[in-house]
């Protein structure tokens, strides 16, 4: 039997769970994020320490140099929890898709000037394996940080940089077949022109510290080579060569950039206005990295760019330094 | 369609190796050991990670769209649900108590599970298990949202889960299913695989989601049963990958037989003392029954479990010894549970009750071997007793197994009016286990397990009450310091269901919405 029961109001005891109403200073209703974020993760009384890593519990805010009295400071503007980021990827898929079957159904990826062709195959191609290096990056953040507001956005960037290695594997498979692919490996492993960038790749897996490994990978590579290679070299240099629909392919790039950005800029914010310790170890971390990047990310370039390079490089760079002086960390 | 075009397309096979395994290569700046470090120490040999198969072919883009597409449906089932107040639909308020014992229980762990497989998945050389450990991990956090999402509106009108973050790290038989998962995640990676991805994942699940799921169904909790199906597709790929790593890591090499034999043994018989919370929700806790623990147990793990073993068997994997004790508890299990629930309401964030004679009848029926004889006579006293105003709460604390942590109060394999017990002696201490095979696991690796944060020791240290607590007041009272430390409110979270606010509330509100005023 179901009764309707839509007419009945009853008042009701509590408007959100009890950790909820603490942190947002009343009893009052919550939204889904708050209450599928704030404290998820657990805070006490663990029962053994990891075989793998006994000198730190299983969550442990100590795996950080970056101090902060809560870590639940850190809020992801765009509110995702699952249900809201996988809206969010779908509506954007939804867009992509509809990208390739235009670009493919008007056979416009074989008439591409073959300049641009080339220059997408020998650039675009390889960096496949350097956002396959992010979801393992972000894996390990999502792994080793602390606090679900500051893990849970990792998990969707993993999973985010695994979905634009496979956009960029398609690109390939859309210009020319396997063999494409295998050409790229070979010259992400092998030539000279990559070295730098694997090597700096490389390195980053090996970063313990999980901050340190949010701001070398989503702060400063992706914010040095996602300006540089999709709004620099596709959208405006490629674009201008007759490459537009090349732009179309790599959308969801540029808009996920622009969206995640965001709460990159606003993770800084919250960690470097939280002491003056902090601040000064971003500053360190983002300065050295962002020397190392953009002397692995020169080569890379220079394939699309030439004697533009330094130029448009360092237009890149000062626009890195302006976007994190204005989260709070002078470099 | 052209031939040229048609040529070009590769199969799904081979599309989705590209789209995954493709993206990998040997790193050369970095050694392999540094960026992969746990590789080594549980003593498993992988030779190749090549020979992994894809369990299942889910690229980003249709991951994305559909799970997407799940939950748009999710959220608009449940957002109507709580507009129409679809809790007063429920059986009767005693189900409720299912809901606080899993938002507490088992969502926390879901948690857990989303950061156990990010760990996994990034740590795995090859990049397939990565990826599906990956999914798996952005699937688990959706669990424990959509779990605490369907719950929160209970929340808002009951009592019991306010806390219940704070409550899973603190209560005392929160402690059983906290350190279960706590085991795996310090496990290495290999060894949390096979105890999460293959045993829970593979050979319990259907011991745990299903009875919580279609309980809901049976007894009306159409936001429970929501996210419960929701989450089936999911588990179905849980399943699948559960079983691939097993089978991968036995063929990989012989030696690692007895290794994975041991975890197996293990995680099962700590994922079925887990179950005992699930046995006594199934038996007593349900107003509308699905089917016993028994029937459950024979259905879900004798039969279903059977088959699977006997397709092990070719890699030289026995099934494990424990089910011929679990065979033997099967009659007894819920019973001893409930019974000690029962006895400790004065400390639990839900609500206990003695049957009435209809469920009496139908635990006869269900139990012929063993209700009427040794459950059915303390359970009529204490109903008894309750009526004269004599309800009965324990307030001794138990003696707790030093692995599972549940309180020693199963009986001997075979003998069931007589109190199983074990110890070890180890270093300067002696350790308490309600079980041989409890004991082994200790026996296995007793410098993790002296570790565990023991509630009951704990509370005895003084540990356990508010900051600031002076226990040597005159007139002190230990228990209510504890139920402050574990935020939860004498005579509303905890006692008998019979005089509760929800009890009262429920019949209310109901009242409204079924009789004139
Ligand atoms: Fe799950
Ligand atoms: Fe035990």
Redesign the interface.
Known sequence: M???????S?K????????IARRIGADKPAT?YQ??TL??????????????DPDHD??DASRSAIKMADWYAFKDPRQF???AY??A??KQ??T??ANFDFVESRGMAANLPESVRDTVLKLLIPL??V??GS??NN??I???GYG?GF??PH??H???Q??I???I?RVG?LLG??EV?DDA?KS??EDDTWQGL??LV??S??VQDPFELFVVQNVVLDGLLYPLVYETIIDDVLSAQGGTSVAMLTQFMTDWFAETKKWADATVKIAAAESAENKEILAKWIGEWRDRAAAALLPVARIALGDRTDELMGEVVQQFNARMTKAGVAV | MDMQVAK?K?GLK?RYA??TR?????????KME??Y??MA?EGIKIHDWDKWEDPFRL???A???Y???K??K??SVLDAYI????H??VTDARYLNTVKLFVSGIS?LE??A??GF??A??QFPG?GP??AC??Q??DE??H???Q??AV?NY?????G??????A???VWFL?VP??FF??A?????FEFMVAIGFSFEYVLTNLLFVPFVSGAAYNGDMGTMTFGFSAQSDEARHMTLGLEVIKFILQQDPANVPIVQRWIDKWTWRGYRVLTLVAMMMDYMLPKRTMSWKEAWEVYFEQNGGALFKDLARYGITIPKCTEHIALEKDHLSHQAWGTFYNYAAATNFHTWMPDADEMEWLSAKYPESYDKYYRPRMEFWREEAAKGNRFYNKTLPMLCQTCQIPLVFTEPGDPTKICYREVDYKEDKYHFCSDHCKKIFEDEPE??V???MPVH?IYQGNCFPEGTDPTVEGFDPLAAVMKYY?LEFGRDNLDFEGSEDQK?FAE?RG???KNA
């Open positions: 179901h009764i309707d029961l839509q007419t009945v009853i009701p005891l509590r408007h959100t769970f009890d950790n889904r209450e599928g404290d998820m993760q657990q805070t006490a009384n663990f029962h053994y320490r990891p075989t793998w299983i969550y929890y699952y249900g996988t809206l990827r779908a898929q939804d992509a898709e496949r394996h956002a396959w979801n393992m894996a390990a999502c792994a080793y679900t893990s849970q998990i969707f993993s999973m985010d695994l979905g290695a496979q956009y594997t498979l077949s396997v692919l490996k992400w492993v694997r090597r490389e390195d897996m090996v | 070009k590769l081979e590209v789209m493709g993206l990998d290569w040997t790193p050369s700046y970095q540094d960026i470090p746990y120490y690229t980003m883009d991951y994305w769209k799970q997407s597409e939950e748009r999710l959220y507009q129409s107040n679809g007063l639909n926390p948690y857990v989303h950061r990010a760990h998945g990034r990049p990565r990826v990956l999914m991990s952005l956090i959706r424990a949202q959509t605490i999402h929160s929340n808002k009108y009951y009592n889960m306010h806390d219940f973050h704070h899973h790290d603190r402690s906290k350190s706590d085991d995640i310090t496990a290495g990676p993790k397990y570790q565990a944060w704990q935020h509330n509100w409204q919405a079924t």
